[in-house]
């Protein structure tokens, strides 16, 4: 059985002004040869060394190609709010893990007022998931506290919480361009996960 949960967000956050690049070359369609010349050679994304600008642009690829070119649009020349909304709907996505906390767990607490997200949620929440999923690889304890750390850091520059040390829970809105983009896609995992009425939407 396929590990339902990959841990495909330990090295980075939301990187949205990364993704507004990488946004921008998967528009032109270029063929590899382009692509490693301006991400590696050029190192268009400005990292400090090789090894870390193909590991960068190898994940924002992955996150954006799980939408569509309306939503890469949305994310290289759309506003601050609805490319930072973008790239989260594209990174809930392509990594269930933190999708499945924010629609089991944040949303719960935001549809019972609570002010504020415990840390310890995120620990109870990964017990649970292996209470339901047997055989689900059991991690490093510096992997688990890896995507524990990257989870809250996505959420709070995402906006759904004020900031990773208080959680205290911000009631997001989607922009209403983006929130039309996914349903009429049908993106309803992704609706759940960022909208406490996305089971109805």
Same mark, same amino acid.
């Given at each position: 059985?396929?590990?339902p949960y990959?841990?495909?967000?330990?090295k980075?956050?939301?990187?949205?002004?990364?993704? &507004? +690049? +990488?946004a921008?070359? %998967?528009?032109?369609?270029?063929?590899?040869?382009?692509w490693?010349r301006?991400?590696?050679?050029?190192n268009i994304?400005? &990292?400090?060394?090789?090894?870390?600008?193909?590991t960068?642009?190898? %994940?924002?690829k992955s996150?954006?190609?799980?939408?569509?070119?309306e939503?890469?649009?949305?994310?290289?020349?759309?506003s601050?709010? %609805?490319a930072?909304?973008a790239v989260?709907a594209?990174?809930?996505?392509?990594?269930?893990?933190?999708g499945d906390?924010?629609q089991y767990?944040?949303? &719960?607490e &935001?549809?019972?007022?609570?002010?504020?997200?415990r840390?310890?949620?995120w620990?109870l929440?990964? !017990? !649970?998931?292996?209470n339901?999923i047997?055989?689900l690889p059991?991690?490093?304890?510096?992997?688990?506290?890896?995507?524990?750390?990257?989870?809250?850091?996505i959420?709070?520059?995402?906006?759904? +919480? !004020?900031?990773?040390?208080?959680?205290t829970i911000?009631?997001?809105?989607?922009?209403?361009?983006?929130?039309?983009?996914l349903?009429?896609?049908?993106e309803?995992?992704? %609706?759940?996960?960022?909208l406490?009425?996305?089971r109805n939407?």
């Open positions: 059985m396929p590990n990959p841990a495909n967000f330990t980075a956050s939301l990187l949205v002004p990364e993704s &507004r +690049i +990488i921008g070359l %998967l528009l032109q369609d270029l063929p590899s040869a382009e490693k301006q991400t590696l050679d050029e994304l400005q &990292r400090r060394t090789k090894n870390s600008a193909q960068a642009a190898s %994940l924002i996150r954006l190609m799980t939408m569509e070119r939503l890469w649009e949305f994310i290289h020349t759309g601050k709010e %609805l930072t909304q989260l594209a990174t809930v996505k392509f990594s269930p893990l933190l906390y924010l767990v944040y949303q &719960r &935001r549809k019972q007022f609570a002010d504020h997200l840390q310890s949620s620990d929440f990964i !017990d !649970d998931c292996h339901r047997p055989g059991v991690r490093t304890e510096s992997t688990q506290a890896k995507l524990k750390q990257n989870a809250f850091r959420m709070a520059e995402a906006g759904l +919480i !004020d900031n990773t040390k208080d959680m911000r009631h997001l809105a989607l922009v209403p361009e983006l929130k039309r983009y349903v009429r896609k049908q309803k995992y992704v %609706l759940r996960c960022l406490p009425e996305g939407v």
